[in-house]
T-cell receptor, first 112, second 114 residues
Framework: SQQGEEDPQALSIQEGENATMNCSYK?????LQWYRQNSGRGLVHLIL?????REKHSGRLRVTLDTSKKSSSLLITASRAADTASYFC????????????FGKGTLLTVNP | DTEVTQTPKHLVMGMTNKKSLKCEQH?????MYWYKQKAKKPPELMFV???????INESVPSRFSPECPNSSLLNLHLHALQPEDSALYLC?????????????FGPGTRLTVL
């Protein structure tokens, strides 16, 4: 079964606005990662948050993790057209060191 | 150098063909991965190599055969594929295969099976 589920499935905003994407998962995790994928290309790692962390920042990115609700959110502030991409959360299913399972993804479109 | 390269970028093959996908990294990573991604879907893990040994096979059909000749190279040999195997095949590498590793992805090979 799918470990991570993102919502919304698609999000369209104007440049300069903030974008928030959510991810829910079903089983316990060691950590959660967010990746970005430009259309038809490889994925790029954005940020990792460990299960004992609640919030993490990297540039215009802010990630939160609520292990009690089994959910995470990715906030992109002051969005740019270049942020247009699909965003995936990925979890490790706790105890399985090698395996990341990706959520269904959110397609973000930032209109200039 | 934080690049993972994949060749070819595009591949069209018939169901009776034999072809190979190639992946290379020079970051000194000891874990390498193959993923399959269908359109508008997330990547799905196929295989994991750790220190050049196959550590995970996600019940992939035998028409896909991975090979790790050395720590920098990863191949995926294809034989007797089906049209439903058409997808983007992504290679990734990470330092040691731990879940806390960042995975570095190549640009993928777009495979079409006729």
């Amino acid at each position: 079964s799918q470990q991570g589920e993102e919502d919304p499935q698609a999000l369209s905003i104007q440049e300069g606005e903030n974008a928030t994407m959510n991810c829910s998962y079903k089983t316990s995790i060691n950590n959660l990662q967010w990746y970005r994928q430009n259309s038809g290309r490889g994925l790029v790692h954005l940020i990792l948050i460990r299960s004992n962390e609640r919030e993490k920042h990297s540039g215009r990115l802010r990630v939160t993790l609520d292990t009690s609700k089994k959910s995470s959110s990715l906030l992109i502030t002051a969005s740019r057209a270049a942020d247009t991409a699909s965003y995936f959360c990925a979890t490790d299913r706790g105890g399985s060191n090698y395996k990341l399972t990706f959520g269904k993804g959110t397609l973000l479109t930032v209109n200039p | 150098d934080t690049e993972v390269t994949q060749t070819p970028k595009h591949l069209v093959m018939g169901m009776t063909n034999k072809k190979s996908l190639k992946c290379e990294q020079h970051m000194g990573h000891r874990a390498m991965y193959w993923y399959k991604q269908k359109a508008k879907k997330p990547p799905e893990l196929m295989f994991v190599y750790s220190y050049e040994k196959l550590s995970i096979n996600e019940s992939v059909p035998s028409r896909f055969s991975p090979e790790c000749p050395n720590s920098s190279l990863l191949n995926l040999h294809l034989h007797a594929l089906q049209p439903e195997d058409s997808a983007l095949y992504l290679c990734a590498s990470s330092q040691s295969g731990l879940s806390t590793d960042t995975q570095y992805f190549g640009p993928g090979t777009r495979l079409t099976v006729l």
